[in-house]
């Protein structure tokens, strides 16, 4: 985990400072690179329903962050960014396919390498 975590602060601070557009360095680094390794913890739970609960207020926790940060720190003015009760219905949605999608090529890598 210790890697981990040096590899996500690194990438983190690279996308932030290297890419020219904020928005996707600003996801990767509040939402999209430190999940795995929380993922890591959350799936060490027996119960599935209690894993999902507790992925799914993660997730908007994060999320809530993420648009904070983008509104009123970054000033971006995205519909992305907005405390709209869509916003966060889509944002839940993609991230449960995400996680489907992450859990099943972990499992692939896993099997294949």
């Given at each position: 985990m210790g890697w981990a975590a040096g590899?996500?602060?690194?990438?983190?601070?690279?996308?932030?400072?290297?890419?020219?557009?904020?928005?996707?360095?600003?996801?990767?680094?509040?939402?999209?690179?430190?999940?795995?390794?929380?993922?890591?913890?959350?799936?060490?739970?027996?119960n599935t329903a209690v894993q999902w609960a507790v992925k799914l207020v993660g997730f908007n926790v994060f999320f809530t962050v993420l648009i904070w940060v983008g509104r009123s720190v970054l000033f971006i003015e995205d519909p992305i960014f907005a405390f709209k009760w869509y916003v966060y219905l889509l944002g839940n949605a993609a991230f449960v396919l995400y996680d489907i999608a992450f859990?099943?090529?972990?499992?692939?890598?896993?099997?294949?390498?």
């Open positions: 590899l996500y602060t690194a990438t983190s601070v690279l996308s932030l400072v290297l890419l020219p557009a904020k928005t996707p360095g600003l996801f990767y680094a509040i939402i999209g690179g430190i999940y795995p390794i929380i993922k890591a913890y959350i799936e060490r739970i027996k859990s099943r090529m972990a499992m692939l890598y896993v099997k294949k390498i």
